[in-house]
């Protein structure tokens, strides 16, 4: 059983018990999150629900920990100028659990 959820603009397809990176939220760890942006449902791999656009389903998922990711190293130069900067970005994760799909 897997289905297609929305998550802050992003699509992820999960099952009970996965464990998944998604954008920051803004819930604690261990806090329970709903998200209701079901757009595809699967019993088993030869039958589908599809949303036109969203199904009347819920995942339940329980917020583990807010991570970063790998520092990503922005460089820029032009030559003969003198010109060099050097910056870098740590993006934001939640690791949420899977706990229900209903």
């Given at each position: 059983?897997?289905?297609?959820?929305?998550?802050?603009?992003?699509?992820?397809?999960?099952?009970?018990?996965?464990?998944?990176?998604?954008?920051?939220?803004?819930?604690?760890?261990?806090?329970?999150?709903?998200?209701?942006?079901?757009?595809?449902?699967?019993?088993?791999?030869?039958?589908?629900?599809?949303?036109?656009?969203?199904?009347?389903?819920?995942?339940?998922?329980?917020?583990?920990?807010?991570?970063?990711?790998?520092?990503?190293?922005?460089?820029?130069?032009?030559?003969?100028?003198?010109?060099?900067?050097?910056?870098?970005?740590?993006?934001?994760?939640?690791?949420?659990?899977?706990?229900k799909i209903s």
């Open positions: 059983m897997f289905a297609i959820v929305n998550i802050k603009g992003s699509q992820y397809r999960v099952s009970e018990n996965d464990k998944i990176y998604v954008p920051k939220l803004k819930e604690d760890p261990g806090s329970k999150v709903t998200f209701d942006d079901v757009l595809m449902f699967s019993t088993d791999e030869n039958t589908f629900e599809v949303g036109q656009p969203k199904l009347e389903k819920k995942i339940e998922a329980t917020v583990i920990e807010h991570v970063k990711d790998d520092k990503v190293i922005v460089f820029k130069k032009k030559r003969r100028k003198g010109y060099k900067v050097r910056r870098g970005h740590r993006q934001q994760y939640t690791q949420i659990s899977i706990d």
